[in-house]
Nanobody, 125 residues
Framework: QVQLVESGGGLVQAGGSLRLSCAAS????????MGWFRQAPGKERLFVAG????????SYADSVKGRFTISRDNAKNTVYLQMNALKPEDTAVYYC??????????????????WGQGSQVTVSS
């Protein structure tokens, strides 16, 4: 079965950086579009960044443009989220999602059938 495992979260001061990883198994990774979402306490899960199957198309939420970078390594079945210039409002549980598609980048939660367990990111002020 499809399994997604996030790692790399933690506690960081405002202005710092973290890199999240999402390792995928049980699927042909290069056939999947991938996305990162985040969910703060009491709030809905929101789109952060998405990448198409081969990495030549990406999309970002306005709130993270210029600070976050999504990338993937199909040889390692892994998608990454490099987060720079972190702010306290970036604090959330970060989830990666997978959607079987070689067309486009997907930005809504409902489009992703597969999810990881999440990784906590806490940014202190």
């Amino acid at each position: 079965q499809v399994q997604l495992v996030e790692s790399g979260g933690g506690l960081v001061q405002a202005g710092g950086s973290l890199r999240l990883s999402c390792a995928a198994s049980g699927l042909t990774f290069s056939a999947y579009s991938m996305g990162w979402f985040r969910q703060a306490p009491g709030k809905e899960r929101l789109f952060v960044a998405g990448i198409n199957w081969n990495g030549d198309r990406t999309s970002y939420a306005d709130s993270v443009k210029g600070r976050f970078t999504i990338s993937r390594d199909n040889a390692k079945n892994t998608v990454y989220l490099q987060m720079n210039a972190l702010k306290p409002e970036d604090t959330a549980v970060y989830y990666c999602g997978a959607k079987l598609s070689r067309v486009g980048v997907f930005t809504t939660r409902e489009e992703y059938p597969y999810w990881g367990q999440g990784s906590q990111v806490t940014v202190s002020s």
